[in-house]
């Protein structure tokens, strides 16, 4: 296979993957929510509450990038800030009600997305499938980490 052919089929497949996804989420009731206000959503909704470094770092950005975004979400109504009791200093972020229904919403979409995409598969391709996913994620982590590493130096000077 050529790396162009292979170049078309992830680019292809990545594009139509978030349309899909909007369109979803927007026919689901989530109409006023971004992709990447969804997964900022999702990276919190994992647990009771986190810190802003927390999801920042999990999700490669910027806690000021993520302060903006969860700006947004809190004028929205999905997520909210609480003081920690211990150290008043500490603020975590959690999802409200509507918050977790959104994340649940977003997490059976990717659920039935995955059965509907494998359906037709014989269990050798499931598997074939999955090992060589593994390896393009780990390639696609690796170059998230350098680029983050690159701009952490960078920032540094």
């Known amino acids: 296979m050529s790396e162009d052919v292979l170049n078309e089929l992830l680019v292809d497949t990545f594009n139509d993957i978030l349309a899909i996804q909007q369109r979803a989420l927007q026919s689901r009731g989530l109409k006023d929510l971004s992709i990447s206000e969804v997964h900022t959503i999702e990276k919190i909704g994992k647990y009771s509450r986190r810190t802003m470094s927390e999801v920042a770092n999990e999700l490669g950005i910027t806690i000021g990038t993520l302060s903006t975004a969860i700006n947004h979400l809190v004028k929205k109504g999905y997520v909210e800030r609480v003081r920690s009791e211990e150290d008043r200093r500490i603020v975590y972020i959690k999802l409200t009600q509507k918050g977790m229904k959104a994340n649940r919403i977003h997490e059976i979409f990717h659920n039935e997305m995955i059965e509907e995409a494998i359906s037709e598969l014989e269990e050798g391709e499931k598997e074939a499938l ?28």
């Open 130 to 157: 999955i090992k060589s996913m593994g390896k393009l994620n780990a390639f696609f982590k690796n170059q998230q980490k350098l680029i983050n590493q690159e701009n952490a130096d960078g920032s540094d000077n």
